[in-house]
């Protein structure tokens, strides 16, 4: 059974920046793209950031860029996202998900997760 937990959201004040930590068990994921999705209420499920198994595949949004990192450690089973420069747009539950596509690229597309985790809540006030 995967089991995928989301940590590390909260309040943070605009222009501030948060770590949003997300540890996978029930195996070694290691050869699995995994990626940070965000849902504002009312509004559908949105990509944020992807790493594929090889960590050097990166994938972000365009609203995102320049401003997260997404990394992993394999060792740890656990994926990261840092965000910085966070705005009010940005309050959201943020969920991790795995794709268990052996040594998969990373996609932007829900579909390709097979497992989420519950979501961390992240709110930003201005």
């Known amino acids: 059974q995967v089991l995928l937990v989301e940590s590390g959201g909260g309040l943070v004040q605009a222009g501030g920046s948060l770590m949003l930590s997300c540890v996978a068990s029930?195996?070694?994921?290691?050869?699995?793209?995994m990626a940070w999705f965000r849902q504002a209420p009312g509004k559908e499920r949105e990509f944020v950031a992807a790493?594929?198994?090889?960590?050097?595949?990166?994938v972000y949004s365009n609203f995102v860029k320049g401003r997260a990192t997404i990394s992993r450690d394999v060792a740890k089973n656990t994926m990261y996202l840092h965000m910085n420069n966070l705005q009010p747009e940005d309050t959201a539950v943020y969920f991790c998900?795995?794709?268990?596509?052996?040594?998969?690229?990373?996609?932007?597309?829900?579909?390709?997760?097979?497992?989420w985790g519950q979501g961390t809540q992240v709110t930003v006030s201005s």
């Open positions: 029930g195996g070694t994921f290691g050869r699995y793209p």
């Open positions: 790493i594929s198994w090889a960590k050097n595949g990166l």
């Open positions: 998900a795995i794709d268990l596509t052996v040594f998969g690229a990373a996609s932007q597309s829900t579909g390709a997760y097979a497992y």
